[in-house]
Nanobody
Framework: QVQLVESGGGLVQAGGSLRLSCARS????????MGWYRQAPGKQRELVAR???????DYADAVKGRFTISRDNAKNTVDLLMNYLKPEDTAVYYC?????????WGQGTQVTVSS
């Protein structure tokens, strides 16, 4: 059973930075993508950033130039470095790993950006 454990959320002032980390365990299969989604109150869950097994990355337009996704294959982790945070970045952030046969999700971590 694949497990994703997230860490690094919290409260930060606008303009500040946070780093989220997601540790994957329980599978030796190569994933298609691993990444981060977020869901703000009253809104749908949306893609923030993802990284493929080959290392290519995709970012939502709203975070391009501010967020950076990276991975450590030896540790089975994916990090999201979030700089120049804005109040509109406030949401629950979920780690996701996509296999061709299934998606797995972490429990979510709250990120709150105060103005």
């Amino acid at each position: 059973q694949v497990q994703l454990v997230e860490s690094g959320g919290g409260l930060v002032q606008a303009g500040g930075s946070l780093r989220l980390s997601c540790a994957r365990s329980g599978s030796t299969f190569s994933f298609s993508y691993m990444g981060w989604y977020r869901q703000a109150p009253g809104k749908q869950r949306e893609l923030v950033a993802r990284i493929s097994s080959s290392g290519s990355t995709d970012y939502a337009d709203a975070v391009k130039g501010r967020f950076t996704i990276s991975r450590d294959n030896a540790k089975n982790t994916v990090d999201l470095l979030m700089n120049y945070l804005k109040p509109e970045d406030t949401a629950v952030y979920y780690c996701n790993v996509h296999y061709p046969w299934h998606d797995y999700w972490g429990q979510g971590t709250q990120v709150t950006v105060s103005s």
